[in-house]
């Protein structure tokens, strides 16, 4: 078994000397995951897929000199988060929508009673990430979708790391509190 970080600098090796076809395994195997973190961050799922394509087609133009420090997942997942933040930034300019309008994901192999309490969870969850400051809920979606460690997510939100861990604790705590039924509106 290869270790996930020495695979990943296999891959961008092999990326950045002519294989790009490469790209298709960094595609497949990190795909998902950015989803996941670009729709918590947007809550649009059509938003969060072009977030994602977006940050594949910057690395199509690295072909040959692709260059990081740290995990390939970090990387790219600092690429969704920043794609994000330029959306939510326009959106504040040129307002369209809110989360409650993001389509709801379809599940399948569950039983309809199952899909409508996870589907209930979701909307709460939901609700509860609007409420927080875009900063909070950045952190806490970088950290725990995107499993980034907090010194990156504070270097590239430029702020000091225990801000960074303040905006954390601070959304957990106002996260719990919402969907304990104390907070809501």
Request: contains cysteine; glycine residues 8%.
């Amino acid at each position: 078994m290869v270790f996930p970080m020495l695979e990943d600098r296999i891959l961008v090796w092999r990326f950045n000397h002519g294989r790009p076809e490469v790209l298709h395994d960094i595609y497949d195997k990190y795909r998902c995951e950015l989803l996941t973190l670009a729709l918590a961050l947007l809550g649009d799922l059509a938003a969060a897929e072009d977030v994602v394509q977006d940050v594949f087609l910057s690395l199509v133009r690295l072909a040959g000199r692709l260059k990081f420090t740290g995990s390939l997942k970090g990387y790219l997942a600092t690429g969704v988060a920043n794609g994000a933040r330029n959306i939510l930034r326009a959106h504040r300019r040129h307002p369209t929508g809110g989360l409650d309008e993001a389509d709801p994901i379809a599940a399948e192999d569950i039983r309809p009673d199952e899909a409508a309490a996870i589907e209930e969870q979701l909307d709460q969850l939901k609700w509860a990430l609007g409420q927080l400051p875009q900063e909070q809920r950045e952190v806490l979606v970088l950290r725990v979708y995107g499993q980034m460690p907090f010194k990156e997510i504070a270097r590239q939100q430029g702020v000091p790391t225990n801000t960074a861990l303040g905006r954390y604790r601070y959304a957990v705590d106002r996260l719990r509190s919402m969907l304990d039924g104390e907070v809501r509106k």
